[in-house]
């Protein structure tokens, strides 16, 4: 049973460019997380979402940033018009059920993103 | 203010030795407490989850105490292995209906030496 699969592992854009981040959640988990790592700082989460549904992006910038999860295929982070400040790992969780008690998630290796 | 504070930032020991991780949240009502491992370049992986009524929980070499009146939580490894060289995640959280959003600290940097 694969884990949580993130490509890619390491992505280079310009300033200005589009950032495209794909997670594919664990066989048999519909709900995805996703979460933004600063150098030399602690996971922020940035959204929950089940397939075809956003149900909290309250960590999300309000500009720029966007996701979404299919009903097909895999959830994709979007940030448009890169900056410097955009620069960090992108870590994407899945989780089988919304277990109200423990919401064990389970992480992908993430997705480096190094804006020049 | 973070949410999650842990100390210390880093620790080096020998290997065979035994080392104590320290947690101290803010966040309130509280839901859940894990400790998570990650590895450099690596995601976190879940080490132990404890809710608001247990007060230790163990995996093989791992032992988590919670104290939930005073916030604080600990993560004791036993008898270190090379393997150990992580960085060690408290993570929390809050209330029932969003505690699927994880408020992670800093963690520490343990770097464990033949």
């Known amino acids: 049973n694969a884990g949580v699969m993130q490509n890619p592992r390491h992505l280079v854009r310009r300033r200005g460019q589009e950032a495209r981040l794909r997670c594919s959640p664990m066989k048999g988990h519909s709900h995805v997380y996703w979460y933004r790592q600063l150098p030399e700082e602690g996971l922020k989460f940035m959204v929950y979402?089940?397939?075809?549904?956003?149900?909290?992006e309250s960590g999300m910038p309000k500009e720029r940033f966007s996701a979404e999860f299919p009903k097909e295929g895999p959830s994709i982070l979007r940030i448009q018009q890169v900056v410097r400040g955009d620069s960090a790992a992108y870590f994407c969780?899945?989780?089988?059920?919304?277990?109200?008690?423990?919401?064990?998630?389970?992480f992908g290796p993430g997705t480096r993103l190094t804006v020049t | 203010k973070n949410q999650v504070e842990q100390s210390p930032q880093s620790l080096i020991i020998l290997e065979g030795k035994n080392c104590t991780l320290q947690c101290n949240y803010t966040v309130s009502p509280f839901s859940n407490l894990r400790w998570y491992k990650q590895d450099t370049g690596r995601g976190p992986v879940s080490l132990t989850i404890?809710?608001?009524?247990?007060n230790t929980k163990s995996n093989r070499r791992y032992t988590a105490t919670l104290d939930a009146d005073t916030k604080q939580s600990s993560l004791h490894i036993t008898a270190s292995q090379l393997s150990d060289s992580a960085s060690y995640i408290c993570v929390v959280s809050d209330k029932e209906d969003s505690s699927y959003k994880l408020i992670f600290g800093s963690g520490t940097r343990l770097l464990v030496r033949p």
């Open positions: 969780a899945s989780s089988r059920t919304r277990d109200r008690t423990t919401y064990e998630q389970y």
């Open positions: 979402l089940q397939k075809e549904n956003i149900i909290d």
């Open positions: 404890m809710t608001f009524s247990e």
